[in-house]
């Protein structure tokens, strides 16, 4: 996958939140050989906590893509994202403007309005947006060169709950690249979105919160490469009927 | 003079951010700062004089999804 002007081997980007240690989520990265990992923002202790996190992170040798996670409006996700360019030191940023409490979904006005100014910042945003063919095209039309449509609310696990939305994007953004954020829970949801044609996944809670997030990123990595390899293949079509796989013709009559 | 950093009430002798920062112990050079909601890049950070009243935000790299 080519998205501004990076080349991406392995399409799965990973969050780095809820795993049991910092040494886990670094097997994870490892085992995974995910190449782009997401990181956050939050209030700085004395201490310098931040600080120890960052260089962890830095060691693993992967991408950043730092996000505006938990903002509520368009000035917060502006400004965390101007924050985050200074600390990581790169101009991509996965824009998240939370809308609703009880489902995090996507405020989709104040996400194109803060897409809008941050691409004349000169940032390049990966915008985490609802499945809306509309808000898609407001998305492109800001300068968004990627899209990040959600699978399920955040941390579900509920896996894709409207592939046929998902399908819809597909032929509608036939040369942008799509990402699936949030709602992954299981490999067999991240074979699903890359067989209909998603460029990519990213996710969090399904690897850091299994019973061995570890295994679980292996099998995530397992499962994106399958998924693209089956959707690059062209699979059949499904029919409501059987039809023999051994052919007829030449069949012994033993009766 | 009174601010609010990261949301508790904090009484500061220093007069620009950068000063303040240093007063409060944050040594770390991997953070960003806002005041009152708006971005002040670490290049301006001497040159931001602080008022009473002001709200500071301090943030650093933090896991995330």
């Known amino acids: 996958m080519r998205v501004y002007d990076t080349e991406i081997t392995l399409p799965l980007f ?4 809820q795993y049991p240690s910092p040494a886990i989520l670094q097997e994870a990265i490892a085992v995974s050989r995910c190449e782009v990992v997401t990181v956050s923002l939050r209030r700085e202790t004395v201490d310098g906590t931040g600080a120890a996190f960052w260089d962890m992170l830095r060691a693993t040798g992967t991408r950043i893509l730092p996000n505006t996670a938990g903002c509520h409006s368009v000035q917060e996700a502006v400004t965390t994202a101007q924050m985050a360019r200074e600390v990581f030191a790169t101009d991509w940023i996965k824009l998240e403007v939370i809308g609703h409490a009880d489902n995090l979904q996507p405020d989709v006005f104040a996400l194109v309005e803060a897409a809008n100014i941050l691409v004349a910042d000169g940032f390049k945003v990966f915008p985490y947006m609802t499945d809306d063919l509309v808000v898609g095209e407001k998305l492109l039309e800001a300068g968004c060169q ?14 894709l709950r409207a592939p046929d939305a998902l399908r819809a994007m597909r032929a509608h ?7 699936v954020d949030a709602g992954i829970g299981r490999p067999s949801d991240a074979v699903q979105a890359m067989e209909l044609g998603m460029d990519a996944i990213l996710l969090n809670t399904a690897v850091a919160r299994a019973g061995d997030p570890v295994g679980m990123a292996r099998a995530m990595a397992l499962a994106v490469e399958a998924g693209r390899a089956g959707h690059a293949a ?3 079509e499904r029919r ?4 023999p796989s051994t052919p007829v013709l030449g069949i012994a009559e033993l009766m | 003079m ?6 508790k009430p904090y009484d500061i002798s ?8 240093a007063e409060l112990g944050f040594a770390s050079p991997a953070i960003a700062t806002a005041l009152n909601g708006r971005f002040v890049p670490t290049c301006a950070r001497d040159t931001i004089l602080l008022a009473t009243g002001d709200q500071l935000e301090v943030l650093a790299p933090m896991q995330g999804g």
């Not at chain 1, 990627?146 to 896996?159: C, E, F, K, R, T």
């Not at chain 1, 953004?173 to 990402?179: D, E």
């Not at chain 2, 009174?2 to 949301?7: E, H, K, P, R, S």
């Open chain 1, 240 to 243: 409501d009927i059987a039809v």
């Open chain 1, 14 to 17: 990973l969050g780095t939140a």
């Open chain 1, 173 to 179: 953004f036939p040369g942008v690249p799509l990402i």
């Open chain 2, 2 to 7: 009174q601010i609010t950093v990261n949301a």
């Open chain 2, 14 to 21: 220093a007069e620009t951010l950068g000063a303040a920062l």
């Open chain 1, 234 to 236: 062209d699979p059949i």
């Open chain 1, 146 to 159: 990627v899209l990040m449509p959600w699978g399920a609310p955040i941390g579900s696990g509920q896996g």
